[in-house]
């Protein structure tokens, strides 16, 4: 195995902070207690993953893959690679997402937003990186919509991104804005990121070069992972 240097520690004043008045959620769920550090389990490391078999030929479609005709909204292609921290692609990896439709509703039962359900729009999907760690959606832009914070807040257009490790025991999780959106500066959970160019790398550009005319715009949306990912040889734990 090639020898990468040092594994590059996590960087915790770059994260959100977890506390936060304008975002009242984060008042109530924030710990107050210092961390703890915990040793994975067996099951964390080597439980099962997703594989090619399981992936359908239109998981990775949401504008079809609910009931199988189109969905309602602006068609927009979100692509990009996972890499890991020297900018190498990650193959097999599972990238899932999760949407409201284009008039900023979810399809959950505890969505009351007034915006109508699409029949025809499931809001979420899968798909696995290529052997260069390329993934790509087709799907529907996001609309905004209003939730009960302070007295008129919007969440800003967005795309929810889970990406699993080489375990289920590993797994990411984060948003991507698109670029252009102004409720973007205006959203007290973006703002819990007070880097400004750590919340840039959150919004994906618009990608002209990948668009299709008459079709779709397309966004590019890179994942960058930290650390290694090294096997585990009996006594050597590291990569977890």
Not at 50 to 64: A, K, Q, R
Not at 142 to 148: E, R, T
Not at 164 to 190: K, M, V
Request: glycine share 10%.
């Amino acid at each position: 195995m090639a020898n990468d240097g040092p594994l590059i520690p996590r960087n915790r004043a770059l994260h959100p902070v977890p506390y936060d008045p304008d975002y009242k959620t984060s008042v109530t769920r924030s710990p107050n207690l210092p961390l703890i550090s915990m040793e994975s389990t067996a099951s964390e490391e080597t439980g099962p993953r997703f594989g090619h078999s399981l992936i359908g030929e239109h998981d990775n479609n949401l504008v079809v893959n609910f009931t199988g005709d189109s969905a309602i909204g602006e068609r927009i292609l979100v692509h990009g690679r996972v890499v890991d921290e020297l900018g190498r692609g990650v193959p097999e990896t599972l990238v899932e997402i999760w949407q409201a439709n284009a008039g900023g509703r979810y399809r959950h039962v505890k969505d009351g937003y007034l915006a109508p359900l699409d029949p025809n729009f499931g809001g979420c999907g899968r798909t696995l990186t290529d052997g260069d760690g390329n993934y790509r959606f087709l799907t529907i832009r996001p609309g905004a919509y209003p939730w009960p914070n302070r007295g008129n807040d919007w969440r800003p257009m967005h795309i929810h991104l889970s990406v699993f490790g080489h375990s289920f025991g590993q797994r990411l999780i984060t948003q991507l804005y698109f670029q252009g959106d102004p409720l973007i500066d205006l959203c007290p959970i973006a703002a819990t990121v007070k880097s400004r160019s750590q919340l840039d790398r959150l919004v994906a550009p618009l990608d002209m070069a990948h668009s299709r005319p008459h079709d779709f715009l397309a966004y590019r949306f890179d994942i960058v992972l930290r650390g290694r990912r090294q096997t585990m040889f009996e006594n050597r734990l590291e990569g977890m």
